[in-house]
DNA sequence: GTCTATACGACGATAGAC
DNA sequence: GTCTATCGTCGTATAGAC
């Protein structure tokens, strides 16, 4: 970190803070689009050139600015939605409950934004393969939510009597039950509710679900 | 099926048991192969070129047994493999606790056989897409898992006091959590005890887990 | 009935001109 | 920074040899 900053003692300027040139937004307009399409159709259906020329240039142009090509623009997008989450998930000032409160919005969200919750789905399968492009960003995923809701889930068993489950165990059961939950309800929406069928889990370990009993308003 | 026998009057040779023509044999090691490769490396991964290589023919010769092309040829290997499986969850001589040790077993076999696995993670969630060619394949896959562990879970609630919950949403869950579970271990096998984490679940339902308790011998 | 040869359009990707 | 041109491969389709 110590040497990050321009260190050229012969140029008089020190090529300050150029931030957003025309590469830049340029890029921005490319991940958009490439993020609308991916909702909307999934990854493999959707090609460069259908983004690059939603964001108005030829595909190679926009492999310019992503020289890792397809894979690259995707883990990008990721990244990008993954990181609004985190914002909510991983907020230090809240408790265990205030975090239950946080999955059960994006539960919520989730069921409004199929696109995207398909793109997630497919691509957590797909990486399973060692050398998948998001195998180790979905590794990485998955061990942090693990870490995050072993943690609240083992604060919650602390409030109430009886055998003490595993809080890392439950978390996974957790995380697979979400999983799970979204494969059936993007086969067939009408016949699942993912939000409710969260809440009959989290009554199964024992947690007060009472706060949740009734739809959201 | 009246009309199935062989009709021609004016011949001495019925056309018989004429079984097991050069194609049929041809079909199988098309099909072989097409299991074997998508197992290996999923369904995107592998072309309609490599499979037909292994079988020993070209590409458009493949064509010639299955017009479908590729679609169909991942139908024929997911309704061969769904063929095992139903074989032993829907024997109608069993009862629930004997439907449920099938499913142990299932999930036991599961867990040494990562690349078929992979396969049905994959396309389940592929499938998600309404043209997709296995769509109403997987629909009518999770309706009829869903009425088969409802009834059980029904079944076993019925033995016990305290509140019912619903049976059929106690499938979703089951169902959900088997996948999710898929997903995690597939990312990460080391780290998920799949048959461990479903006889948490199990137990969570409040089915008495004693029978299962020690590792399989 | 079984299979090869060949061609089509679209894909991801690369090289090099402007 | 963006383009055109090109490559190899894909799924698919058709014609015709055997």
Redesign the interface.
């Known amino acids: 970190m110590a040497t990050s900053g321009p260190v050229r003692a012969t140029s008089g300027s020190p090529i300050p803070a150029k931030r957003y040139t025309k590469g830049d937004r340029t890029k921005e307009r490319i991940v958009d689009a490439a993020a609308e399409l991916f909702s909307k159709s999934?990854y493999?259906?959707v090609s460069l050139r259908d983004i690059a020329g939603a964001a108005g240039l030829t595909h190679a142009g926009a492999l310019h600015h992503f020289p890792g090509g397809k894979d690259e623009l995707l883990m990008r997008v990721l990244e990008r939605r993954d990181q609004i989450d985190a914002d909510v998930l991983f907020d230090e000032h809240l408790d265990a409950w205030d975090h239950l409160d946080q999955l059960l919005h994006i539960v919520e969200r989730n069921a409004m934004t199929p696109g995207l919750v398909?793109l997630y789905?497919?691509l957590?399968?797909?990486?399973?393969?060692t050398d998948h492009p998001a195998?180790t960003y979905?590794?990485r995923r998955?061990?942090i939510l693990r870490e995050h809701f072993a943690g609240i889930l083992g604060e919650l068993a602390g409030d109430r009597p009886g055998p003490r489950?595993d809080p890392d165990?439950?978390a996974?059961?957790l995380?697979?039950?979400?999983?799970?939950?979204q494969?059936?309800w993007?086969?067939?929406p009408d016949t699942?509710d993912m939000r409710?069928?969260l809440i009959?889990?989290l009554a199964?370990?024992g947690i007060d679900t009472s706060r949740w009993e009734s739809d959201p308003g």
Chains 1, 2 share one sequence.
């Open positions: 999934g493999l259906a398909a789905a497919k957590s399968n797909e990486a399973s393969d195998h979905f590794r998955y061990e489950p165990a439950a996974q059961q995380i697979a039950l979400l999983d799970g939950l494969t059936q993007l086969l067939a699942i409710g069928r009959d889990f199964l370990l």
